[in-house]
């Protein structure tokens, strides 16, 4: 994570920030990213997920929205570059309303990640993007059956054909519906 986009969701600001980021790499929580001025990351997975999970379920969503809208404001002139990211965190704001965002976020992902022949991320972001719609209060079927079968289409692109058989029974099931 960059300390621009931490800047401006933090409540932390200035050097007050900057001496809490330093504490934080001193207690080996984070690591300043190689060559990459004022960009972070965590020092482990498990770290980052035990410090989300003292989060409450509600402040986390919140968090995520605002991150997510802070990176399209700081990323505006090159959003495609920041997809999987967007997605993300939209994805995991999607419980506080905005499902057609993290949809929209996770789908680009994915034919970004498709067009850059990144099989293996595509589908992840292709599931994000049906997770969330599947959970919305109203499902648009023509959606899902859209993303199914774009899903098909990079599982099959990926060699990943028993995935690929068993998301195409899910896609004709749904074109049955429709």
Known sequence: FGLDALDRVSDVKG??????????VAARVLNEVPRAVGRYSFSHALMRETLCEELTTTRRVRLHRQIGEVLETIHSENLESHLPELAYHFVEAAPGGDAGKAIEYATRAAERAASLLAYEEAPRHYEMALQV?????KPNEAQRCDLLLALVDVLWSAGDEDRAKNTSLRAVSSARTL
């Open 15 to 24: 050097d007050r920030l900057l001496e809490a980021l330093d504490e934080a």
């Open 133 to 137: 719609l599947e959970t919305s209060d």
